[in-house]
């Protein structure tokens, strides 16, 4: 969800050709899967396309972005100790960019849809702040 609104929220400010963005998980068992339902129907109530298919993250990644932005501290211990010497992205927290200063973005899996809810606007006032720091 979060690749999805971050991408529908450049695109309407006309920043997408400024980023690649991708996501990916720390493990391997959703590779290949389509997302969640209830998350492809929240993304759909608020006219976000969402068109990913699931893979773990690469090695690679931390040279090919700036930024690894993780959902929870699980995710961000994970990253860290797989993370190759030489990495040139930056991993942190996307929640760190929450104005409500929610900083765990919370997987709403286990629960009823108004988790993915939640999950949307937070994703949302995340990337908006994202895009504060960064200046745009």
Request: proline share 2%; hydrophobic share 30%; aromatic share 12%.
């Amino acid at each position: 969800m979060a690749e999805a609104v971050f991408i529908h929220i450049i695109t309407e400010r006309g920043f997408a050709e400024k980023f690649l963005v991708d996501s990916a998980g720390t493990a391997g068992y959703h590779v290949g899967d389509s997302p969640d339902l209830r998350s492809m129907s929240t993304c759909r109530r608020h006219g976000v396309n969402m068109s990913h298919r699931g893979q773990q993250v690469k090695k690679s990644h931390f040279t090919t972005f700036d930024w690894i932005l993780c959902m929870d501290e699980s995710n961000l211990s994970d990253l860290k100790r797989v993370q190759p010497r030489g990495s040139t992205a930056e991993v942190k927290l996307f929640g760190e960019f929450d104005s409500q200063g929610d900083s765990i973005i919370k997987d709403p899996y286990y629960g009823g849809s108004e988790g993915f809810e939640y999950n949307y606007e937070q994703v949302v006032r995340c990337s908006e702040g994202f895009l504060k720091s960064l200046g745009l």
